[in-house]
């Protein structure tokens, strides 16, 4: 697995940059399991975070308040963090609980259907009461009225 091929770097010309970022994340879990960098230093794991970033990446990251060394030095998972709160910080629950209630299946595959909800379900907080709200969505955004009916009775 030496050979894998690294994650694409952070995408920050899209719209969706909290997606972008947790696909990124994601995406450089994997690796750094994959390619057993897992257990290397803090400091090596940090500096490939930084460099497979991407250099829009890396500027951001120039804001955050990263200690390099000594006992108190930065982790991955602290930089990893700070990442996620800079691209999830500005979320508005009640305005991605209505893009959830919005959702319809519209004539797409059931199963890509319901990745988008599950998706958009994670971005509302609904904590304990998320797969409730998800089966009240897919009553309502199902197309087909005879699965619809199968679901509710």
């Known amino acids: ?53 991407g250099e829009d990446g890396r500027k951001i990251s120039d804001t955050f308040r990263i200690i390099e060394e000594g006992e108190n030095q930065t982790s991955l998972n602290q930089l990893l963090l700070m990442f996620r709160e800079k691209f999830t910080g500005n979320r508005h629950t009640s305005f991605e609980r209505h893009v959830f209630r919005q959702m319809k299946q519209d004539g797409e595959e059931f199963d ?22 998800i089966c009240d969505q897919i009553v309502e955004g199902i197309d ?6 199968e679901i509710i009775v």
């Open 1 to 53: 697995m030496q050979n894998l091929p690294a994650p694409k770097p952070l995408d920050l010309e899209t719209s969706d940059k909290e997606g972008a970022w947790l696909i990124f994340e994601k995406s450089f879990r994997l690796y750094l399991t994959a390619t057993g960098a897992d257990t290397k230093s803090e400091a090596i794991k940090r500096a490939g975070l930084l460099h497979l970033v």
């Open 112 to 133: 890509k259907f319901l990745i988008r909800i599950k998706v958009q379900a994670n971005r509302c907080s609904y904590g304990d009461r998320i797969h409730e709200e």
């Open 144 to 149: 087909c009225p005879e699965t619809k009916k």
